[in-house]
C-alpha cells in the first residue's frame, strides 16, 4: 500500500535542500514519451486526445518546458508512474514517485550532489542504503534492490539531471520487510 506519509516526508526533505516543488501533468504527447522511453517499452495510450500516460514524472518536466512552462531550475513533483511491468513484492503496473530533475547546473559535481541527497533520504529509513556506479549513472539500493535510479540525459532542446526522490510502494514495503 502506498504510505503518503513517505512521500510528503520526502517533498518537505528535498525542498529544504533547494528542489521547488511543481504540480506536473499526468500525460504527455508521444513525443516527449519516446525521450526517455527504452524502445522495448510500450506506452499506456490515451485515445481521445493522442497523449500517453507517464512512465515517470521525468517526462512530465521534459513536456513542461518543452511547452515554456517551466524554466531551468531545479524540481520536484509527485507523479503516478504507468508502466508494464510484471506484479510482485516490489513492482507493478502503477506506482507513485516523487520524480528530481535539475536542468540549470547539469554535470558529474551536480549529479553527485543529487545522489548524496537522495542517499541521505532513503538511510533514515533504510540505514544500509548505498549508492553504485552504473553504466548510465548511479542507482540507490538496498540489499541489492533498486530504490532510484540517476543519470544525466539530453535530447534536442534540453540538457537534464533525472532522479528518484522516493517510489511507493516500492520504499514502504522494503521498510515492512526489514521489520
Known amino acids: ?98 520524480e528530481l530533475i535539475e536542468t540549470k547546473s547539469v554535470s558529474e559535481k551536480s549529479l553527485e550532489e543529487i545522489v548524496e541527497i537522495a542517499l541521505k533520504f532513503f538511510k533514515k529509513y533504510l540505514p544500509e542504503s548505498e549508492s553504485v556506479k552504473t553504466e548510465s549513472g548511479f542507482d540507490i539500493e538496498f540489499k541489492g534492490i533498486e530504490l532510484g535510479s540517476y543519470g544525466i540525459r539530453s535530447c534536442e532542446y534540453l540538457d537534464w539531471i533525472y532522479g528518484t526522490g522516493v517510489a511507493e510502494p516500492r520504499f514502504s514495503n522494503l521498510i515492512k520487510k526489514k521489520k
Not at 517499452?41 to 518536466?61: M, P, R, T, Y
Open 1 to 98: 500500500m502506498i504510505d503518503y506519509k513517505i512521500l510528503h516526508d520526502s517533498t518537505t526533505y528535498y525542498e529544504k535542500k533547494g528542489f521547488a516543488r511543481i504540480e506536473s501533468p499526468w500525460t504527455v504527447t508521444k513525443y516527449v514519451s519516446a525521450i526517455t522511453k527504452p524502445d522495448f517499452c510500450i506506452d499506456w495510450e490515451i485515445k481521445h486526445n493522442d497523449k500517453v500516460l507517464v512512465a515517470s514524472g521525468e517526462q512530465s518536466f521534459l513536456y513542461l518546458y518543452l511547452k515554456g512552462f517551466l524554466p531551468k531550475g531545479r524540481y520536484q513533483s509527485i507523479t503516478p508512474c504507468f508502466r508494464f511491468d510484471s506484479f510482485d513484492f516490489i513492482h507493478t503496473k502503477y506506482f507513485m514517485k516523487n
